[in-house]
């Protein structure tokens, strides 16, 4: 019987042979009404008809030769679609079920042609149960196959996908530009993922006007735009740096409008007005897309498209599983950068409109300043500096640095820096205005519920007298400073200055340029930072030679990570010693030697060259404490504003003497000290050694005194009182009638 068995199969697989082809339609017809999924791609319902045929053919094979069923492998249609169920996302019970139906609906196939062939009861229950033994033995063998090659191709997709999503937690938001991170998320999604990407984002977040939830087709700019081929098919919306709208009603409006994202496929006969033509112009060249709202903290900021073409397999639902995912790290790398954007451009705008813009008009210094911001992420610090103008014709130099970056650091430099202005109104020493600023600070901290320290700055206060030449400073945990002194050649030209022309810079001009200068910190006491209470602070003295550079910068421009602190003092050193030219030049050197680039932290830097008052200018003298010594204070004034050619203003001027002097010795103590100055104003002062302060009063109707201060205030542009260790100085300011040749 078995012979008769072989020889009906063979002669059944000889007989189907020529109708391969047909049975294989046959079959297909049967798995596709049972097995939709495969029809949905016509790429894999193409490979269904040449893998059914495959199948039909092997198993011919295996029936008209014999053998073990076990030897025979599944055809490579068959692994080619398993792979392609994987990589198309088609469940792995989805390609069982319809391998398992092919084999059936094949063995029923190969049943009828054995009943056709013969009716032999017996023979024809016996080849179907070799048929069966053979049929079922193949489809073990063939299933573990595809099983196999659908499971390579599964565990490497999840592979790719696994490392896409680290590439794009590594690639995307590697900087705070909201531009390069966009491009970053196109060039992630073109790494092996889409032929074509691009990101639109709203006008209102390129604009720094806030992100909102659009309701109507909002404005988008076209910000990245990535092919595999490096082509720009161009399309509705064009290339980067372009402006469009998207149609009301179309797919993306809708997507920005609900922030739900969505899968097309582009359908042969009706492209969306949306859809870019491929590199040959063709809109049907990309199969399918995915349209993904950027959306973070709620606010929706644009629109990633992605899209693909004939090469590889339309997009699915994984895929925009994992497209959301990579588009979600991108929006908050985007709102992340904008926020920044927005922050350090407002706390840069307020911190230079806190800064001085202009040089203010004095005469104790030249001054030139640069203030850099910082290129890292951490925003715009609290530097600042000002050049604030004094009675007797002096100038207070600050710089400072506020610990912190962004709005609150520039908020509190801008509150730091009143108060500065303020102190330096009433005249306090350095030491003692410092002390006034850390009440302040601390003041601040208790305000805003922080810990000590937590809300810090550090502050260098310095007054520079140009009649004495005596620079008073006072450090509150700020750098020192720089000075570059002149040095005179060996003197004998009989000026007592060593350059023969008396002005004290070697070349005869005033400007301090001479050839040859040496450069030092100055040795001083460094005082705590502002903000811990409790702690002195020490006012140290220098007598600085005119045309002298004094350097006042903030640690930004010394203090850099990799490089020696030491080897960047020793810089400012050299370049402020050779630095030639106006203090303008001086700062531009130092930074071109101290900066290779971008700061990573603030800079503020001050660059003042000294002046000096000659004895044409000034007019001192002692009177006794006497009464009588009134009238010639007069006389001297007098005489004084005479040989000024201020004769205009002698009158005013000797009633405001003799107001004060008589004050002086009536209230004060010796010795008593009257002293005027001619500059761009005309001031009076009156030293005595008494601490107590004069105050306005208004007199009774028949108070014989309290009404010289009142006289001293109608007369006068500006008056005041300023201490020392010594005692205190009232002085008064009038304008100049003309301006002096």
Same mark, same amino acid.
């Given at each position: ?301 644009? +629109? ?239 007598? +600085? ?30 370049? +402020? ?165």
């Amino acid at each position: 019987m078995g012979t008769h068995v072989d020889a009906l199969l063979r002669r059944v697989a000889q007989e189907l042979r020529p109708r391969t082809n047909q049975s294989a339609d046959v079959l297909v017809r049967r798995i596709r009404s049972e097995v939709p999924e495969p029809s949905v791609d016509e790429d894999i319902a193409d490979l269904v008809a040449e893998e059914t045929a495959g199948h039909i053919t092997t198993f011919l094979d295996v029936l008209e030769h014999g053998g073990d069923e076990a030897d025979y492998t599944a055809p490579p249609q068959a692994v080619e679609m398993a792979r392609l169920y994987a990589r198309n996302g088609v469940p792995i019970s989805s390609l069982l079920r319809a391998y398992r139906l092919g084999h059936l609906a094949m063995l029923q196939l190969l049943q009828g042609e054995i009943l056709r062939l013969t009716d032999d009861a017996e023979l024809v229950n016996a080849a179907a149960m070799r048929l069966m033994e053979a049929g079922f033995a193949y489809v073990d063998r063939g299933s573990e196959q595809v099983v196999a090659a659908y499971q390579e191709e599964r565990d490497l997709r999840l592979r790719r996908r696994l490392v896409l999503t680290n590439e794009a937690s590594r690639r995307i938001g590697t900087t705070l530009d909201v531009g390069r991170t966009a491009r970053e998320l196109a060039d992630v999604g073109t790494d092996g993922f889409a032929a074509l990407v691009t990101v639109d984002l709203l006008d209102s977040v390129l604009d720094g006007e806030g992100a909102r939830t659009p309701s109507d087709p909002p404005p988008l700019r076209r910000v990245a735009h990535r092919s595999v081929s490096g082509h720009d098919p161009g399309g509705p919306s064009g290339g980067e740096g372009r402006t469009h709208a998207y149609p009301e009603g179309s797919e993306p409006a809708d997507a920005l409008a609900t922030g739900r994202p969505g899968l097309f496929h582009s359908a042969p006969s009706g492209t969306p007005g949306w859809w870019p033509p491929d590199t040959d112009g063709n809109p049907h060249g990309f199969r399918s897309a995915l349209l993904l709202p950027l959306v973070a903290r709620g606010d929706t900021l644009g +629109l990633a498209q992605f899209f693909r073409d004939e090469s590889a397999a339309p997009f699915d639902q994984e895929d925009l599983t994992l497209a959301q995912e990579i588009a979600a790290r991108a929006a908050v790398s985007v709102d992340n950068a904008r926020r920044y954007t927005h922050e350090r451009s407002t706390a840069l705008t307020l911190q230079r409109s806190l800064l001085p813009r202009h040089t203010v008009e004095q005469s104790a210094v030249v001054a030139a300043s640069r203030y850099l911001p910082s290129g890292s992420r951490a925003g715009v610090g609290g530097d600042w500096f000002d050049v604030i103008p004094l009675s007797g014709a002096r100038v207070a130099l600050v710089v400072g640095d506020v610990v912190g970056r962004g709005l609150h650091a520039a908020a509190t430099m801008g509150r730091l820096r009143t108060a500065v202005r303020a102190f330096a109104d009433i005249d306090l020493m350095p030491d003692e205005l410092l002390t006034h600023l850390d009440d302040v600070v601390i003041r601040l901290q208790r305000e805003e519920g922080r810990d000590d320290g937590e809300l810090g700055a550090t502050c260098l206060y310095a007054v520079y007298d140009p009649v004495s030449r005596i620079c008073s400073l006072a450090s509150a945990g700020h750098v020192l400073p720089a000075l570059a002194t002149p040095v005179p050649p060996a003197d004998g030209d009989g000026d007592g200055d060593g350059d023969g022309d008396g002005d004290g810079d070697g070349d005869g001009d005033g400007d301090g340029d001479g050839p040859e200068r040496s450069a030092r910190f100055l040795d001083m006491p460094i005082g705590p930072p502002l903000g811990l209470g409790g702690l002195p602070f020490e006012t140290e003295q220098f007598e +600085l030679a005119e045309g002298s550079l004094l350097a006042l910068y903030t640690d930004g421009l010394i203090q850099r990570r990799a490089e020696d602190v030491d080897a960047a003092r020793t810089t400012l050193c050299d370049t +402020l010693a050779a630095a030639p030219g106006p203090p303008d030049e001086v700062c531009d050197r130092l930074l071109a030697a101290l900066l290779s680039g971008r700061p990573a932290d603030d800079v503020a830097l001050l660059v003042a060259r000294t002046l000096a008052l000659d004895p044409g200018h000034v007019a001192t003298l002692d009177l006794p404490s006497d009464p009588a010594a009134v009238s010639g204070a007069r006389r001297f004034t007098s005489d004084t504003l005479t040989a000024w050619g201020l004769d205009d203003l002698s009158f005013g001027t000797e009633l405001m003497v003799s107001e004060l002097v008589t004050n002086a010795i009536r209230y004060g103590k010796s010795p008593v000290r009257l002293r005027l100055i001619r500059q761009a104003s005309l001031t009076c002062e009156v030293f005595d050694a008494s601490s107590t302060a004069p105050h306005l009063r208004r007199a009774r109707t028949f108070d014989e005194g309290g009404r010289g201060l009142l006289l001293v205030a109608q007369i006068a542009d500006r008056w005041g009182t300023r201490h020392s260790r010594e005692g205190k100085v009232i002085w008064a300011e009038q304008a100049l009638p003309r301006p002096l040749p």
